[in-house]
């Protein structure tokens, strides 16, 4: 029975060495967006219900990181239901989130359920915009919202959309909340550009 002993080894480097639940919990997702049915409208909304575990909470609410974590396999769960990521791995290019801001407006407590609406607001030459929304199924109350920058590598919003869609798809108007926060970004990138010496390299 030697062999047990090494699957059991196996298993435990794996689990002290990586994150394995946060990758089952990735293939899940995927898997069972696969068999859902798509969203044609590429700014659509989708849904996906949750609800809060034992494992997600400190004092007895969900533990703040969890929210970002929650929104990594929605946000999975969309682009594979609207086809970005199939259109991604046709240009071979990647998505990477380039920023994130989140605020939290009232706590989910332990085994209470909420649907995570999310949606792509819009895009510019470099980047997706999303908005991640965490609606409690109890009143319907906003408990959470998040903005995300998924920057696109080696490609560009437009021609994933035009690979997508087969057409020009002009991007809609920035929200003035989302477009203060765009402006944060590109402020704070041209200070820490300045600080480390970026700025005078490039010219």
């Known amino acids: 029975m030697w062999w047990v002993a090494w699957v059991l080894a196996a298993l435990v480097f794996l689990f002290c060495t990586l994150d394995v ?13 696969w068999f859902q049915p798509p969203v044609w409208d590429v700014t659509g909304e989708q849904v996906m ?6 494992r997600d909470i400190d004092m007895c609410h969900m533990n703040n990181a969890r929210y ?10 969309l682009y594979m239901r ?15 989130v380039g920023a994130t801001t989140i605020r939290y407006r009232r706590a989910l407590c332990i085994g209470e359920g909420y649907d995570l609406c999310s949606r792509i607001v819009t895009w510019d030459d470099k980047a997706f915009f999303l908005e991640q929304r ?11 919202v998040m903005y995300c920058k998924q920057s696109v590598i080696r490609s560009s919003p437009d021609k994933i959309l ?5 057409r020009k798809v002009e991007p809609p108007e920035f929200p003035e909340d989302l477009q203060h926060w765009v402006n944060f970004i590109s402020a704070s990138s041209q200070a820490l550009r ?8 490039n010219k």
Do not use: I, M
Not at 68 to 77: G, H, Q, W, Y
Not at 82 to 96: D, I, S
């Open 68 to 77: 970002l974590r929650e929104c990594d396999f929605a946000r999975f769960s």
């Open 162 to 166: 035009q690979h997508l869609c087969k």
């Open 49 to 54: 219900t949750g609800r809060v575990t034992p």
């Open 194 to 201: 300045a600080e480390s010496g970026l700025e005078e390299k």
């Open 134 to 144: 965490f609606v409690s199924t109890k009143d319907r109350l906003v408990c959470a």
């Open 82 to 96: 609207n086809g970005v990521f199939k259109a991604t791995r046709a240009l071979g290019a990647n998505l990477v």
């Open 21 to 33: 639940w946060y990758f089952l919990r990735a293939g899940a997702v995927l898997l069972r967006a």
